[in-house]
């Protein structure tokens, strides 16, 4: 015991972590017992994944105790080392302990502020500001998403409202965002339509499926249950995406709002409502082919400078989720932008953040007709210099029901765990599914080998899952509280487009390690083990073995600014023109009567500015290890200065 003493090997686990005690027992440690923690703990916010996480936890652990009366090696050491200071902290979640009271040689798996990116409202918000710290467009890899609690962000995703309108007027008529994408829907059907009716062969009905993501009508129905629509409604969707067009590339500065916006509200309501007839009644544009040039060369036009287009599918479905919850409750996907207003308005919860909207992934790669995401786990030790372990092994989650857009049901569309565990898996779904819904990453490999597409997972879906995590670290990492002896394991979903492309959709801190399923007793058990290795084993032997994890990306340490740039501003006074006339410039020697009242030192500087640079910047470096990750960020990454 003297030897654990000197070595400082005494940790303390506050939650159900068998893997991660049985690890450090291995490795010579020894265990102080976390029972004053549990009046800590109740001060927690209830509904939080860790809290209840705990609560499950505190039934297992009080049965083990009661299974282990009889004392063994282990308790007997425990029970020596209990007014010591444990000197490896896991628990369940960081407001467990106060980590600002630890002492520095205290090892804890939480750092402090990680909200920027673990809160959908922090991602939602910070992501805007990725530019800001890589080359990089958030719009490439992480849909779109609002928050409906303030006014600026429900002016995002509706639009504006006008001063020329009454103080009454509702959102739903002033809409933007979701009103632009309503638009480009109305092009992609013209166009879908006249591709199906090409590629159709003769004398065949085309068929479609309901459960493509941009699955249409056929207009070929019997006229009797169908309206027609005007070509007006197409030229009206040209207006809006070539007036969307037209403010990116700031053609709308010097004209007045409503032309900016390309329609009145009385034709936006019109729009509105063939829209809805077009896609989810009985309505359909004739002669489609009239109208395929213009509407394909103009959505050509849009997707260059949209990243997102492509996921946007047909049906303007958004996403709906609480921004205080997790665990997938009470997420709902929406298509019509009064529901969505009508939500959030019946909310009454005193949460001030209290819904994110986000952009549904409509066209989703799907297995068997089956949509499913994947968790990838990495691994943070640093955030100055800011160093990321990237775990090689993953793994899929399945939703028990057969993917169709003609249903919002969020066991279709939501593919966590702890909503999919409670239902029970559609029996018209595919038999090569696992009952479990879960594959690992390397069974998905296998997969895409047997059709052919076997080299994607390398070339595409692993490096840019990798790509995507150091870009959001650098953005994040300006909002962090770097602790040294901290550490933090993260969960990143991601959800892959048709295009085998990733999409994150979110980062969990403390993501759940139970064995739910025979894929998660393995790959969390190997992870939590693996953790050790990097945090604990490779202090003393950098050359050890760290299982399954990789350095992903190592920055030189670099001084940490006095400021957040996030926290930057303009500040300025209004310039207005004079009432009265001024005197001709000609008769007044501005030069000359500012540099006379000065002395010869301050003449010399307003005649030649001294515009020499500060000091050069450091720029960011890669591990010499990572060969194929060299194109991951360009040099001016988090912390260069903004000039």
């Given at each position: 015991m003297l030897l654990q003493f000197e070595e400082k090997k005494i940790f303390s686990i506050y939650g159900h972590y068998p893997v991660i005690r049985a690890a450090l027992r291995r490795k010579g440690w020894v265990e102080k017992k976390f029972?004053?923690?549990?009046?800590?703990?109740?001060?927690?916010?209830?509904?939080?994944?860790?809290?209840?996480?705990?609560?499950?936890?505190?039934?297992?652990?009080?049965?083990?105790?009661?299974?282990?009366?009889v004392y063994n090696i282990h308790d007997m050491r425990s029970r020596l080392v209990k007014n010591e200071m444990p000197y490896f902290l896991w628990t369940v979640k960081k407001g467990v302990i106060n980590y600002r009271s630890l002492s520095c040689d205290q090892m804890l798996n939480h750092f402090g502020k990680t909200s920027s990116f673990t809160t959908k409202m922090g991602l939602c918000v910070n992501m805007r500001s990725l530019p800001w710290y890589v080359q990089a467009n958030p719009d490439s890899f992480f849909p779109r998403c609002y928050g409906l609690y303030t006014e600026s962000e429900k002016q995002a995703f509706l639009g504006p409202r006008s001063p020329a309108r009454a103080e009454g007027a509702k959102l739903d008529e002033i809409s933007d965002d979701f009103r632009r994408t309503m638009a480009s829907s109305i092009l992609k059907w013209v166009v879908s339509q006249q591709s199906r009716s090409r590629n159709r062969p003769k004398g065949r009905r085309a068929q479609t499926s309901d459960r493509e993501a941009d699955s249409t009508k056929v207009p070929e129905i019997a006229e009797s249950k169908l309206t027609g629509l005007?070509?007006?409604?197409?030229?009206?969707?040209?207006?809006?995406?070539?007036?969307?067009?037209?403010?990116?590339?700031?053609?709308?500065?010097?004209?007045?709002?409503?032309?900016?916006?390309?329609?009145?509200?009385?034709?936006?309501?019109?729009?509105?409502?063939?829209?809805?007839?077009?896609?989810?009644?009985?309505?359909?544009?004739?002669s489609p082919r009239n109208h395929f040039s213009r509407c394909q060369a103009l959505l050509d036009k849009v997707t260059s400078v949209s990243p997102q287009t492509q996921i946007d599918g047909l049906r303007n479905i958004w996403i709906i989720k609480p921004a205080a919850k997790s665990r997938g409750r009470d997420i709902v996907c929406m298509n019509r932008v009064e529901d969505i207003l009508g939500l959030v308005a019946a909310d009454d919860l005193p949460t001030k953040a209290k819904w994110v909207v986000q952009k549904y992934i409509e066209t989703p790669l799907l297995i068997y007709d089956t949509k499913f995401d994947i968790r990838q786990w990495f691994l943070v030790t640093d955030w100055n210099p800011l160093t990321i372990w990237f775990y090689k092994e993953s793994y899929l989650r399945f939703s028990t029901q057969r993917f169709s857009l003609d249903s919002l049901d969020s066991a279709i569309?939501?593919?966590?765990?702890?909503?999919?565990?409670?239902?029970?898996?559609?029996?018209?779904?595919?038999?090569?599914?696992?009952?479990?819904?879960m594959w690992t990453s390397t069974r998905f490999q296998e997969y895409l080998q047997r059709r052919g597409r076997g080299a994607l997972w390398g070339s595409v879906i692993y490096p840019s899952m990798k790509r995507t995590i150091v870009q959001v670290m650098c953005m994040a990492q300006d909002h962090m509280e770097p602790r040294r002896n901290?550490?933090?394991?993260?969960?990143?979903?991601?959800?892959?487009?048709?295009?085998?492309?990733?999409?994150?959709?979110?980062?969990?801190?403390?993501?759940?390690?139970?064995?739910?399923?025979?894929?998660?007793?393995?790959?969390?058990?190997?992870?939590?083990?693996?953790?050790?290795?990097?945090?604990?084993?490779?202090r003393t032997d950098h050359n050890c073995d760290i299982g399954n994890f990789e350095l992903l990306w190592r920055q030189p340490a670099v001084e940490l600014s006095p400021f957040h740039r996030a926290d930057l501003c303009v500040e300025g006074v209004g310039m207005r023109k004079a009432k009265k006339q001024m005197l001709p410039t000609s008769k007044v020697n501005f030069s000359s009567s500012i540099s006379d009242t000065q002395p010869p030192e301050v003449r010399r500087s307003l005649a030649m500015?001294?515009?020499?640079?500060?000091?050069?910047?450091?720029?960011?470096?890669?591990?010499?290890?990572?060969?194929?990750?060299?194109?991951?960020?360009?040099?001016?990454?988090?912390?260069?200065?903004?000039?």
């Open positions: 029972h004053f923690l549990s009046r800590l703990a109740a001060g927690v916010q209830d509904g939080s994944t860790a809290v209840i996480e705990h609560k499950c936890a505190e039934g297992r652990e009080t049965q083990e105790v009661a299974l282990e009366r005007s070509g007006q409604l197409v030229d009206m969707a040209c207006k809006v995406c070539q007036a969307y067009l037209g403010q990116l590339e700031h053609k709308d500065i010097d004209i007045s709002e409503d032309t900016a916006n390309g329609l009145t509200e009385d034709e936006w309501k019109d729009l509105t409502q063939q829209y809805y007839a077009l896609i989810h009644g009985n309505a359909f544009i004739p569309h939501l593919c966590n765990n702890s909503i999919q565990k409670h239902l029970k898996n559609d029996k018209d779904r595919s038999p090569l599914l696992p009952r479990h819904n901290s550490f933090e394991l993260y969960g990143a979903d991601f959800v892959l487009g048709r295009d085998f492309k990733p999409w994150l959709i979110e980062i969990n801190s403390s993501p759940t390690m139970h064995a739910s399923t025979p894929v998660t007793a393995k790959l969390c058990a190997q992870v939590q083990e693996d953790t050790i290795k990097v945090v604990v084993d490779r500015p001294d515009l020499a640079p500060g000091p050069p910047q450091p720029a960011l470096q890669q591990d010499p290890n990572l060969k194929d990750e060299g194109s991951l960020l360009a040099p001016a990454c988090a912390l260069s200065e903004l000039g």
